[in-house]
């Protein structure tokens, strides 16, 4: 099991940008898909985008798609998420995955039955 950890969370308002960041460490997983996730009081988590195991592929949630952007590391175990037009309807924890059992798939991110979940990193955005 890898051991994820997320930073960059924070206490925004509406318009502004936050920068989150990913790192996995503990891998011995051959190839995995890597994405954020994001989960707001009383609603179930969600996918927010996710990049394929080669890097080749990546896919947003339709709420994000143009404001939000992804950026893997060269080493593979890393992954940011430039957050942009940051809306009060934003403001979730967000978790990052590290997915052995994930794909990439016409547009979405298909989660596996276990994924590697880090313990997440507040967003908040005031209007």
């Known amino acids: 099991q890898a051991q994820v950890e997320e930073s960059g969370g924070g206490l925004v308002q509406a318009g502004d940008s936050l920068r989150l960041s990913c790192t996995a460490s503990g891998l011995t997983y051959p190839s995995y898909t890597m994405g954020w996730f994001r989960q707001a009081p009383g609603k179930e988590r969600e996918a927010v985008a996710c990049i394929n195991r080669d890097g080749t592929t990546q896919a947003y949630s339709d709420s994000v798609k143009g404001r939000f952007t992804l950026s893997r590391g060269n080493a593979k175990n890393t992954l940011q998420l430039q957050m942009n037009s940051l809306k009060p309807d934003d403001t979730a924890m967000y978790y990052c995955?590290?997915?052995?059992?994930?794909?990439?798939?016409?547009?979405?991110?298909?989660?596996?039955?276990?994924?590697?979940w880090g313990q997440g990193t507040q967003v908040t955005v005031s209007s």
């Open positions: 995955a590290v997915d052995p059992h994930g794909a990439v798939v016409g547009g979405r991110c298909l989660r596996g039955p276990d994924p590697d």
